[in-house]
């Protein structure tokens, strides 16, 4: 069998071309447009990376972006002090606070600091334990799962009843999928660095999301035939073959996973692209429940 590939690029790409017309209708009625705050403490690269495309994103959509970037010195009460500004000011839907943040501060007491209704990451605790509760939606779920999830209802995938196996429990990633899975009733295992005979595990699933930061880790022969496959990872490795020296691959290995299952994710062009335009539509949905819409 070779997997369909799910086209995470082009998916994106319709969500984001939709969200521009849905702004664009939005400024003709209220004579305003969303608008997200970024908060960048420090200077992680990838991090710096990550901000800036999330606010190229939001200009090409007509979304206004807000961007703070403090020196990783800053103290956590003027951090927090930063953060309650942007919940005060009206013309901020979204706080979008990037993780990790640089060491001595206190990320859950950042997090909690950020009002419910501009959470557009999902990451306050008070979503992400409604998240984790029986009937009871928390006001945004965060991207990157949000984004898997939205893949598999867009590949046709059936959740309910299937079995998901979610390898990772990052708060940010695999704690949050498992947790949406399992609303969308699957049955839900999640693995991690101490699950016992991993291949056995994820051989079980029809659903495999890898949030594990390993590269092609998870591999071919691990995999139930026709099993739909999610690679969140994004690595970087050496290939002497590649102009830059380097290429990157996800925590699957993709050409050996392709020839067993049902549909698979590639990378880059899969799940990255679908982290950005769901921000961009928590954004837009906290825009229009401030205005009542
Ligand atoms: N760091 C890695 N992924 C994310 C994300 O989706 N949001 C934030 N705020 N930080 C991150």
Known sequence: MTATIIDGKAIAARIRADLALEVAALREKTGRVPGLATVLVGENPASQAYVSSKRKACAELGIESFGHEMPASIGQADLEALVRDLNANPAVNGIL??????GGLDEEAVLSTISLEKDVDGFHPINIG???MK????LFVPCTPLGCLTLL???????????AVVVGRSNIVGIPMA???RNHDATVTVCHSRTRDLPAKVRQADIVVAAIGRP?????DWLKPGAVVIDVGINRIA???????????GDVAFEEAREVAGAITPVPG????MTIAMLLQNTVTSFKRAHGL
């Open 97 to 102: 606070v990037q993780l990790p943040l640089p």
């Open 130 to 132: 409604r998240l984790n």
């Open 135 to 138: 009937g009871r939606p928390p």
């Open 153 to 163: 209802e867009d590949a046709g995938v059936h959740i309910s009843g299937a079995d």
């Open 179 to 181: 947790a949406l899975l």
């Open 216 to 220: 092609e880790m998870i591999r071919g």
């Open 239 to 249: 290939d002497a073959s590649k102009k830059s020296g380097s290429r990157l691959v």
């Open 270 to 273: 899969g799940v990255g692209p």
